[in-house]
C-alpha cells in the first residue's frame, strides 16, 4: 500500500512538472503596424520598449514599412500586452498578422 502511495505522489509531482515546465510555451510571432514610427529614433524607441517586456525573444523593425515583428512566449506575454507597450512608449499599434 505504501508503495502505491509513494507511486501517485511520484505521478503527481511529474505530472506537475512537466505542464509548468517551459518547454509546453509556444513561441508566437506578431507583425505590428506603427503608423506613427516615422523618424530615426522611433525605431530605437520602440525595439527597446518591446525588448523589456518579459517573454520577448526577437523584436524586428521596419522602419520603412514602419513595421515591427515581434517573437514572444505566449505563457509569458501576449499581443495586447506588446501593443499596450508601444502605446506607452508613444507609438500606438495594431496586429496585422499572427503566426505560430
Known amino acids: 500500500m505504501k508503495v502505491v502511495q509513494t507511486l501517485s505522489i ?29 523618424c530615426e529614433v522611433c525605431p530605437i524607441t520602440v525595439r527597446k520598449a518591446l525588448n523589456k517586456v518579459k517573454g520577448v525573444s526577437r523584436i524586428d523593425v521596419n522602419p520603412e514599412k ?3 515583428v515581434a517573437t514572444f512566449d505566449d505563457t509569458q506575454t501576449n499581443a495586447e500586452a506588446l501593443t499596450e507597450t508601444t502605446k506607452n512608449a508613444g507609438y500606438p499599434s495594431q496586429v ?5
Do not use: C, G, N, W
Open 96 to 100: 496585422v498578422e499572427a503566426r505560430q
Open 10 to 38: 511520484i505521478v503527481a509531482i511529474t505530472i506537475t512538472a512537466l505542464t509548468m515546465s517551459p518547454a509546453f510555451a509556444a513561441s508566437k510571432t506578431i507583425m505590428l503596424s506603427v503608423p506613427t514610427m516615422d
Open 66 to 68: 514602419r513595421i515591427v
